[in-house]
């Protein structure tokens, strides 16, 4: 739905993760890939693969985790991470070692020798795109393939998933993302809306801050609305 200007090319890999060769695709392709909801996925009681099938004990790499309850649910989310700086590129590497279904990242910036000092960048990625720098980090570091990377603004006609965590420094760019994770809300039954997840990180030299949301909370939802949410110039 982005104007033909900003359709961008970036890398994708089949849903199967299985590596694919990199093809060029358009904003409305990507968000054919999302799933409308996480509802419409495979639950962790009906898994993709057969329980006695020789293939479950082959990916060694999430084997610590097996049989937790929390990471039985991981293996069929889409994750989407806006903002690639210092919270974004560091929380996208750790959660790609988790392997979920799927991770998407959002942001426009590219990577300049100021960030050296909080993002996880090397300095071989100085000048790219930091979402390039971050799928290519995930590439080399972990076993997770499933990473589609858009350089461009998450705008609020962008396809929205229902776990959506924010790495932003301006309070305009989460009113926008949060209002497109709150507008999903909407078509989703009340027990969809607990599965649904809004995370915002906030950091300063010597503070950090993680502000949580379930999407059946209503209460906390006009709390961050009302407490968090507040004007630029504050």
Not at 78 to 91: D, K
Not at 182 to 206: E, Q, V, Y
Request: proline share 3%; charged share 25%; glycine share 4%.
């Amino acid at each position: 739905n982005l104007d033909a200007e900003e359709d961008t090319d970036f890398e994708t890999v089949s849903i199967s993760r299985q590596v694919v060769q990199a093809v060029p695709v358009t904003m409305e392709e990507a968000a054919a890939v999302l799933p409308a909801s996480d509802e419409h996925l495979p639950s962790s009681s009906t898994p993709f693969i057969p329980e006695n099938s020789p293939t479950v004990s082959m990916d060694d790499s999430t084997s610590r985790f097996s049989g937790t309850e929390w990471y039985n649910e991981m293996e069929y989310k889409s994750i989407m991470i806006a903002g690639c700086g210092g919270i974004g590129s560091n929380l996208a590497y750790q959660i790609a070692r988790l392997k979920p279904y799927a991770i998407t990242l959002y942001d426009d910036d590219i990577v300049e020798i100021a960030n050296m000092s909080g993002q996880l960048c090397r300095s071989s990625d100085v000048g790219m795109s930091k979402v390039a720098a971050v799928h290519d980090t995930i590439r080399d570091y972990t076993s997770m393939y499933n990473v589609r990377a858009i350089d461009v603004k998450f705008r609020a006609i962008t396809p929205a998933t229902d776990i959506m965590l924010c790495g932003f420094d301006s309070i305009e760019a989460r009113k926008t993302y949060y209002n497109a994770w709150k507008n999903r809300l909407l078509n989703l039954s009340t027990s969809g809306k607990k599965h649904c997840l809004f995370m915002d990180g906030r950091l300063t030299i010597d503070t950090f801050q993680v502000l949580c949301i379930t999407g059946e909370d209503s209460y906390n939802m006009d709390r961050y609305e009302r407490e968090f949410l507040f004007d630029e110039s504050q």
